[in-house]
């Protein structure tokens, strides 16, 4: 029975992405590959949604933590709203249909350029700093906007992700606050929105309630008479390891909502509540899988060798972080603890270090887990390696949603790409 902490699940020896069978799905595609669950991203997202049992709630699904376009596609067809944080996620957006008031646009150290293109389209501005929302207001005097404020907390699953505190550069301080009411009024700008996100990940939710209290304490109806909506970010933790402790976001919810009541009581009229998961909504949807071509035993020391690397997949690299790996191709094998490297020429270039697995050999194809959100997106042509493929299990059947493009191909679009005539 499949509960929501992977997507990938196991009857017996064998592992399954709905009924597909995994080691079937990776000797049939060419690997490295991403393969998306689309349908386990809609359970996640239809969980959370009625988690937060607020009446007045919104999910605006973060479409940096994975922007492929046949799932944002899906994901439009399930009434999700998104977060942008560039022109271009905006464009690309409204392109594939989603509704201009279905987009909240939180860019931050937004150039006159961008704010201006990102105006033209019509979605809802969140303001990060005092220097943009002047520019804001003395550009487009008498709209509506809503303010970021840096909720003084410190949370996430690491350093790199944390965006509250004051010495982090996300948000308006909460003390600017009266600066903020004095642009506004002299610009007539309604602050219909205040918007807070604390970090990535967040295990500790007292650090959220704590971010949502400090917000919720600046609001009253006398400063923010146009306020409709009040927005708590992202964060939601996911299970990168299957060992740690699930996060209880029913409970999280019905607190949440409770306090939300209390505060719109208090503020005299009915406020939407927003929300804007990333990772929760994808990550544990996704898995990236490579293949073993080399096998070193350095004196005791098992080194694995793959076909991808850290350009494909950098979280481990560049985070420190834990993903869970299976050997679909030997899953009764004898453990032994390896090395999972990369092929890139950096000796950093470690997926997993010391990890006891199934007996490796070459061939095997090794399937890492939570890989939906912030893979793909982050990954780059480092090493120029092309992009790897990615597939999509809509409803069972399995869509190609990108190939990769060869060698010869790659070699070509680079020098099409700097002007250069073969
Ligand atoms: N809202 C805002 C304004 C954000 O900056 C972010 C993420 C989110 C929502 C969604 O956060 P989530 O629910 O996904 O935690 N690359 C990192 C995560 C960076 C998150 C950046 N901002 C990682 O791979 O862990």
Redesign the pocket.
Same mark, same amino acid.
């Given at each position: 029975m499949q509960n929501l902490n992977n997507s990938i699940y196991n009857r017996g020896n064998e592992y399954f992405i709905q009924e597909q069978n995994m080691k079937s799905l990776c000797e049939t595609y060419e690997t490295p590959f991403y393969m998306y669950d689309a349908n386990y991203m809609l359970k996640k997202y239809d969980s959370l949604k009625k988690y937060l049992c607020w009446n007045n709630t919104k999910i605006?699904y973060?479409m !940096?933590?994975n922007y492929n376009p046949h799932l944002l596609k899906i994901m439009r067809d399930h009434g999700f709203y998104l977060?942008t =944080?560039s022109p271009s996620e905006v464009m690309l957006a409204l392109k594939l249909g989603f509704e201009r008031d279905h987009i909240m646009f +939180?860019a931050?150290n937004m150039t006159d350029e961008e704010m201006n293109q990102v105006k033209e389209q019509g979605v809802m501005f969140?303001i990060d700093s005092l220097v943009r929302l002047e520019k804001y207001a003395k550009e487009y005097a008498g709209s509506a906007i809503c303010i970021?404020v840096n909720p003084n907390v410190i949370a996430?699953?690491?350093e790199? =992700?944390q +965006?509250g505190g004051d010495q982090c550069k #996300?948000g308006i301080l909460l003390s600017d606050i009266p600066k903020v009411l004095k642009i506004a009024k002299q610009h007539n700008l309604r602050i219909v929105g205040v918007?807070e996100?604390t970090?990535?990940?967040?295990s500790d939710l007292t650090k959220v309630f704590k971010s949502m209290n400090n917000v919720l304490d600046i609001l009253n109806p006398i400063d923010f008479p146009d306020l409709k909506f009040v927005d708590f970010?992202?964060? #939601?933790?996911v299970q990168y390891d299957p060992n740690e402790k699930p996060i209880d976001y029913a409970e999280f919810g019905a607190k949440a909502g409770q306090l939300f009541q209390n505060f719109c009581m208090g503020y005299g009229r009915e406020l939407e509540m927003y929300f804007?998961?990333? !990772? *929760?909504?994808v990550?544990d949807g996704g898995c990236f899988v490579v293949q073993v071509n080399t096998i070193k035993n350095n004196n005791g020391r098992l080194i694995v060798g793959t076909n991808s690397g850290f350009p494909h997949l950098i979280?481990p690299v560049?985070?420190g972080?834990y993903h869970h790996i299976i050997n679909v191709s030997n899953p009764e094998g004898t453990p032994h603890k390896y090395d999972i490297y990369g092929n890139t020429c950096e000796s950093g270039d470690c997926f997993a270090c010391e990890r006891e697995l199934p007996e490796i050999r070459i061939g095997d194809y090794l399937v890492i887990q939570n890989a939906g959100? *912030?893979?793909r997106s982050?990954a780059s042509e480092y090493n120029l390696r092309a992009f790897p493929s990615e597939y999509i299990v809509y409803n069972n059947e399995v869509i190609t949603s990108k190939k990769r493009i060869s060698n010869a191909e790659l070699a070509e679009r680079i020098l099409s790409d700097y002007g250069i005539e073969d």
């Open positions: 605006f973060a !940096k933590a977060d =944080v +939180t931050n969140n970021r996430g699953e690491n790199k =992700v +965006t #996300f918007h996100h970090g990535s990940g967040i970010g992202g964060g #939601f933790k804007e998961p990333g !990772k *929760y909504i990550a979280r560049f985070y972080a959100a *912030y893979c982050m």
